[in-house]
């Protein structure tokens, strides 16, 4: 019968453990890679998660609508003060020419009217029956 030298039993031992510690701890390192990779997939699910990024699209939304409405805004601005010199200017050209009409309908109603018969010499007579 043949027994083993303590020695070499010794050194079996020690590289028997040496392999089955290497062995754990790779299998541990990659139970905790494989831990890591869920605990993210469930971060990314989560309720907390997801109200952060509804809030974050939320407020990108809300800044691009704020930049539209500014922009309409300042468009729209434009627009009224083209229009505002336009109408100006329309009015002023349509006082100017009521005021020329006005003046010729008064000159020829100052010459058409009774004070300037009159005035060249002429009487205005009625009849007295029917007033004409």
């Known amino acids: 019968m043949v027994v083993p030298d303590r020695m070499e039993f010794a050194a079996s031992l020690r590289r028997a453990n040496d392999r089955l510690r290497n062995a754990m701890q790779g299998r541990l390192a990659a139970a905790a890679r494989d831990l890591a990779v869920e605990r993210r997939a469930l971060d990314r699910v989560s309720p907390v998660a997801r109200l952060a990024a509804g809030r974050e699209q939320v407020g990108l939304?809300?800044?691009?609508?704020?930049?539209?409405?500014?922009?309409?805004?300042?468009?729209?601005?434009?627009?009224?003060?083209?229009?505002?010199?336009?109408?100006s200017r329309l009015a002023v050209g349509r006082v100017a020419g009521a005021h020329s009409a006005l003046a010729g309908a008064a000159a020829a109603l100052a010459v058409l009217g009774p004070q300037a018969t009159l005035d060249r010499g002429y009487a205005i007579v009625r009849r007295t029956a029917d007033g004409a």
């Open 61 to 87: 939304l809300f800044d691009r609508a704020t930049r539209a409405i500014l922009a309409r805004l300042a468009r729209d601005a434009v627009r009224v003060d083209r229009a505002t010199d336009t109408l």
